[in-house]
């Protein structure tokens, strides 16, 4: 199995970005995905999750301003980050399942 994330950058408080993800070597379908961020001398959080059944989990830090969502079809993994504010600054990983790991990519917001 192989992830690959993208979208990451630099952006400006209040900004957005859109981060994609996309999967190989397995039924996309059947898993649940999850975006996670890791901040410098932090453990890594769950941010977002989206299940077969499409049902989606967002951490309190970002509802309302983030939104997780999938193309089975495709199989992309999205992040759609808005109103993005410094604390969110992180690399952000994709994951496939409970396994199945993303190489990251960093998210940079500016005050």
């Known amino acids: 199995v192989q992830l690959q994330a993208s979208g990451g950058g630099l952006v400006q408080a209040g900004g957005s970005l859109r981060l994609s993800c996309v999967a190989s070597?397995?039924?996309?379908?059947?898993?649940?995905m999850g975006w996670f961020r890791q901040a410098p001398g932090k453990e890594r959080e769950l941010v977002a999750q989206?299940?077969?059944?499409?049902?989606?989990y967002y951490a309190d830090s970002v509802k309302g301003r983030f939104t997780v969502s999938r193309d089975s079809a495709k199989s992309m993994l999205y992040l759609q980050m808005d109103s993005l504010k410094p604390e969110d600054s992180a690399v952000y990983y994709c994951?496939?399942?409970?396994?199945?790991w993303g190489q990251g990519t960093q998210v940079t917001v500016s005050s």
């Open positions: 994951r496939l399942g409970t396994s199945y």
């Open positions: 070597g397995r039924t996309f379908s059947t898993y649940s």
């Open positions: 989206i299940y077969p059944g499409g049902d989606k």
